[in-house]
């Protein structure tokens, strides 16, 4: 299955198996699909490992397999020194590396003699292993892997065991990433430790300028827009400004529809400096067409999958004044020998001649699709979408 196309195609298949397996849980014995569940698992694995995956289609369905397993484990109820060598086994002693399994998910299968047998397995095994390996050398260390699995574990162990601190210490380890925070925080609302979730979520937002603290910045205020609603206009109005852009903007707008004027000129000054995102606001916020399509005169608009998807929506209220853009986006496409380009121009010159119908920029249109098909004339792919198109 080194082939794209024939990876694809089985793991379709898988997700199929995946849906019967599902099925079968509910309606048929579950010890049975248990059983052919855990079997799915090793195949898919094994599988994975020798297929070109670049799609997920397989690794998607192996995360179904692993996440329907626990599931099944505590209906079934097996033997918790089976599940536990199980678990061990899969984390441990396997040749996929690609996916982790919660001991959360398995503590009501296991009960609190098989956690207390699995803690004692991970202490075992992390003796074997020597000293821990500083924070910076984990990944080049001989035994990388097997550390990030007792690591995992004891991250989600202390979420078991409700514990504050050791979800503090397990999770921020040393501190020193932004998604370290943000990860303290999920696993503290996983116990209900809301205020000081919402702390950590804001400590990861302000951490520094980088693209964690601002994802971070929308948990932060996921979790505020739940808990603490009449603090989350505040937040909005600090990450618009720390980030401006059309989404920080957009979510300003979205949450701010009593106080909007307060805040709407220093959003459209701000932007300014971001023409691009000063039109993707003004245009799928504010859906104000006009305006956008002023800003994007007036700022000196040069992106052109943002033109592109203006003069779309533009083009209804005043179709020859489009022509314009649609020739320089053309222009601009023609500029580098591509098939996929030609026939994208091809779609465009059609438009433009359906917009001038009629009109006295009609000539126009013609006289600038002539001239490309002589400028370039050596293109005969070029020349072929041009006729497949139409045009003249």
């Given at each position: 299955m080194h082939r794209w196309n024939v990876a694809n195609a089985h793991g379709a298949q898988m997700h199929e198996a995946v849906a019967i397996l599902r099925q079968a849980a509910k309606d048929g014995d579950p010890a049975d699909v248990f059983a052919v569940t855990q079997r799915a698992i090793a195949s898919a694995l094994k599988v994975i490992m020798r297929a070109d995956d670049s799609s997920g289609i397989i690794g998607d369905a192996c995360r179904d397999l692993?996440?329907?397993?626990?599931?099944?484990?505590?209906?079934?109820?097996?033997?918790?020194t089976k599940l536990v060598d199980w678990m061990m086994q899969f984390q441990f002693d396997n040749e996929c590396d690609f996916f982790t399994?919660?001991?959360?998910?398995?503590?009501?299968?296991?009960?609190?003699e098989g956690m207390a047998l699995y803690r004692v397995k991970l202490k075992e095994r992390e003796t074997t292993l020597g000293p821990r390996p500083p924070e910076d050398q984990r990944w080049s260390s001989p035994h990388s892997i097997e550390w990030f699995s007792l690591d995992w574990n004891a991250r989600r162990l202390a979420v078991l065991d409700r514990d504050v601190d050791a979800i503090i210490r397990t999770h921020a380890r040393d501190r020193r990433v932004a998604a370290w925070f943000q990860e303290t925080a999920v696993a503290l609302m996983?116990?209900?430790?809301?205020?000081?979730?919402?702390?950590?979520?804001?400590?990861?937002?302000?951490?520094?300028?980088?693209?964690?603290?601002?994802w971070a910045a929308d948990y932060w205020c996921e979790l505020l827009a739940e808990h603490r609603p009449a603090e989350l206009l505040d937040a909005r109005v600090r990450i618009f400004r720390r980030w401006p852009s059309s989404t920080t903007a957009g979510a300003l707008y979205r949450d701010a529809p009593d106080v909007w004027p307060d805040h709407q000129n220093e959003v459209m000054e701000l932007l300014t400096a971001h023409p691009r995102d000063a039109v993707l606001f003004a245009q799928n916020s504010l859906k104000d067409v006009e305006l956008a399509w002023n800003l994007a005169h007036s700022l000196g608009l040069n992106d052109a999958r943002t033109w592109s998807d203006l003069v779309k929506v533009y083009e209804k209220r005043d179709p020859l004044a489009v022509l314009p853009v649609y020739t320089d986006l053309v222009e601009g496409e023609l500029g580098a020998a591509?098939?996929?380009?030609?026939?994208?121009?091809?779609?465009?010159?059609?438009?433009?001649?359906t917009l001038a119908a009629g009109s006295s920029e009609s000539p126009a249109v013609d006289e600038f699709i002539a001239d490309l098909r002589d400028r370039y004339r050596r293109?005969?792919?070029?020349?072929?979408?041009?006729?497949?198109?139409?045009?003249?």
């Open positions: 692993l996440a329907l397993h626990p599931v099944l484990a505590v209906r079934v109820r097996p033997a918790a399994i919660d001991p959360v998910a398995y503590a009501p299968a296991l009960g609190s996983e116990i209900g430790e809301v205020d000081t979730a919402i702390g950590w979520a804001q400590q990861a937002t302000e951490f520094d300028d980088g693209h964690q603290s601002r591509d098939a996929k380009n030609y026939r994208s121009a091809a779609r465009r010159l059609k438009k433009m001649r293109r005969p792919r070029l020349q072929q979408e041009f006729d497949r198109a139409g045009l003249p």
